[in-house]
């Protein structure tokens, strides 16, 4: 079946930019998501990409879209405390109706 | 504000009990998903509804079974609640395909 993977964590200074990474098997997927999750709260959708774009940018997040290497990545710039979170990509393979795929989620880490 | 809405936030409950978990809607979709979280696993889908009084198995039905009889309305029920099932559970909905999920505040399970 479709996998989604990512790294578990990431630590980076404030002010720096993040870059969260993701890979994914299934190279008919439609859209490609990103979700936040803040602690004990549920996942909130920050941004999604269509599969015919290469990037796509919204304030300070920008999606980058690699079809070729199924790859996609989201960056944060000038990352402040309030980033502090989980981020999950997630993506929609053909067929699948409105069924996702989610990663492991990747926990970023904001140091002062 | 459009809504998914948890019943409980916390709830303790023992071993060999029967579990309700329910989840309300107010954005008439027409998709619903149960998922437990756990860490290093990431979500992982139990069960899903794309119409009122249908449902499909997910990726770990196994222990759980789920009820819809209102649009609005998904219900999560363990059987017999065992320890393997203490877990993060979020309730999500969505419109249609390549619409995002709209995600609940999540319901954290211990089973003692």
């Known amino acids: 079946g479709e996998d989604v993977e990512q790294s578990l964590f990431l630590s980076v200074r404030e002010g720096d930019s993040s870059v969260i990474n993701c890979t994914y098997t299934d190279s008919s997927s439609t859209y490609l998501y990103w979700y936040k999750q803040e602690p004990g709260a549920g996942l909130q959708l920050l941004t999604y990409i269509f599969s015919n774009m290469d990037m796509k940018q919204d304030q300070r997040l920008t999606v980058l879209l690699n079809k070729k290497d199924k790859h996609l990545s989201l960056r944060i710039a000038d990352t402040q405390t309030g980033d502090s979170a989980i981020y999950f990509c997630?993506?929609?393979?053909?067929?699948?109706?409105?069924?996702?795929?989610f990663g492991t989620g990747t926990r970023l880490q904001v140091t002062l | 504000d459009v809504k998914v809405t948890q019943s409980s936030r916390y709830l303790v409950k023992r071993t060999g009990e029967k579990v309700f978990l329910e989840c309300v809607q107010d954005?008439?979709?027409?998709?619903m998903f149960w998922y437990r979280q756990d860490p290093g696993l990431g979500l992982r889908l139990i069960y899903f509804s794309y119409d009122v009084k249908m449902k499909e198995k997910g990726d770990i039905p196994e222990g759980y079974s789920v009820s819809r009889e209102k649009k609005e309305r998904f219900s999560l029920i363990l059987e017999s609640a065992s320890t393997n099932q203490t877990s993060m559970y979020l309730c999500?909905?969505?419109?249609?395909?390549?619409?995002?999920?709209?995600f609940g505040s999540g319901t954290r399970l211990t089973v003692v």
């Open positions: 954005m008439d979709h027409e998709n």
């Open positions: 999500a909905s969505s419109l249609s395909a390549g619409h995002g999920y709209t």
């Open positions: 997630a993506d929609r393979p053909t067929g699948t109706a409105s069924k996702l795929t």
